[in-house]
Nanobody
Framework: QVQLVESGGGLVQSGGSLRLSCAASGTLWSIYAMGWYRQAPGKQRELVARILETGSTNYADSVKGRFTISTISRDNTKYTMYLQMSNLKPEDTAIYYC?????????????WGQGTQVTVSI
């Protein structure tokens, strides 16, 4: 199993920056990819950014050039994933969720964090 704990959300003015963190612990060897998703009121949850165990990344078109995803392995028992968000816009307002995908051969469901609110004011 993998446990995910998010932090770093808050209220920021348009054009500002925030950094989200997601601490992952547990069976880290089983992780294939980690990512950030977001869900705004009345909208479906959408992918924001994703990073594979190889280091390969992909981003939603709406955040390219403004957001950066990264991970740090502090020891054999904990990863921390970050989402550096810059030049934030009101349309970035949403609950942001940390996500972990396990190795496909395990055929296991994804793990999700509890979510952290990001609010961007005009």
């Amino acid at each position: 199993q993998v446990q995910l704990v998010e932090s770093g959300g808050g209220l920021v003015q348009s054009g500002g920056s925030l950094r989200l963190s997601c601490a992952a612990s547990g069976t880290l060897w089983s992780i294939y990819a980690m990512g950030w998703y977001r869900q705004a009121p009345g909208k479906q949850r959408e992918l924001v950014a994703r990073i594979l165990e190889t280091g390969s990344t992909n981003y939603a078109d709406s955040v390219k050039g403004r957001f950066t995803i990264s991970t740090i392995s502090r020891d054999n028992t904990k990863y921390t994933m970050y989402l550096q968000m810059s030049n934030l816009k009101p349309e970035d307002t949403a609950i942001y969720y940390c996500n972990t995908e396990l190795l496909p051969r395990l055929r296991a469901p994804d793990y999700w964090g509890q979510g952290t609110q990001v609010t961007v004011s005009i």
